[in-house]
T-cell receptor, first 111, second 113 residues
Framework: NAGVTQTPKFQVLKTGQSMTLQCAQD?????MYWYRQDPGMGLRLIYY???????DKGEVPNGYNVSRLNKREFSLRLESAAPSQTSVYFC??????????FGPGTRLTVT | GESVGLHLPTLSVQEGDNSIINCAYS??????FIWYKQESGKGPQFIID?????DKRQGQRVTVLLNKTVKHLSLQIAATQPGDSAVYFC????????????FGKGTKLTVNP
């Protein structure tokens, strides 16, 4: 049981490039989330998916898109990366009514 | 807006002592709370949760106390060890589940040998 996995672990992009961050969970959880974590800002919700086939915006959705591919996988896409998107990105999942479990994170630098 | 905050940004304790990390929340409708531990370079790790119909819950070496009267949450770590050094976050949810959590900024706990 791997829990929540994320790929890649590290990524460097140039301004304007695009990329997709992958997330998968093997706990059969209904809900999945994408957060970014910046120094002094704490965890901020980008998008979440309460169930397969649904997605909703969080606190900071601008510049991102998501896809809930199936119950296991939830991807985050940056269409045109900007330096302001330099951050650590965490994916999480939760069962209905339970706590969220996080992946190890992706450290993204946009130059 | 509603937010979860922390009384102290840093806490330093001696190995073997008990640690208490505090959290204040402002939303009286919050009914589910979680404590997370985040070690350097890693993702947040679920430690313990508590629902608003309880005022105390114990785990292995950790206890969470909830005081709804003053909207205060605390995490007690017994016999603190160097491996407990990390940033601890509290989080609250107001919907009876965890579709959206509001996180505090965290308290950095340092355990001195």
């Amino acid at each position: 049981n791997a829990g929540v996995t994320q790929t890649p672990k590290f990524q460097v992009l140039k301004t304007g490039q695009s990329m997709t961050l992958q997330c998968a969970q093997d706990m059969n959880h209904n809900s999945m989330y994408w957060y970014r974590q910046d120094p002094g800002m704490g965890l901020r919700l980008i998008y979440y998916s309460a169930s397969e086939g649904t997605t909703d915006k969080g606190e900071v959705p601008n510049g991102y898109n998501v896809s809930r591919l199936n119950k296991r996988e939830f991807s985050l896409r940056l269409e045109s990366a900007a330096p302001s998107q330099t951050s650590v990105y965490f994916c999480a999942s939760s069962p209905r009514g339970g706590g969220q479990y996080f992946g190890p994170g992706t450290r993204l630098t946009v130059t | 807006g509603e937010s979860v905050g922390l009384h102290l940004p840093t806490l330093s304790v001696q190995e073997g002592d008990n640690s208490i990390i505090n959290c204040a929340y402002s939303n009286s409708a919050s009914d589910y709370f979680i404590w997370y531990k985040q070690e350097s370079g890693k993702g947040p790790q679920f430690i313990i949760d508590i629902r608003s119909n309880m005022d105390k819950r114990q785990g292995q070496r950790v206890t969470v106390l909830l005081n709804k009267t003053v909207k205060h949450l605390s995490l007690q770590i017994a016999a603190t060890q160097p491996g407990d050094s990390a940033v601890y976050f509290c989080a609250e949810n107001i919907q009876g589940g965890s579709e959206k959590l509001v996180f505090g900024k965290g308290t950095k706990l340092t355990v001195n040998p």
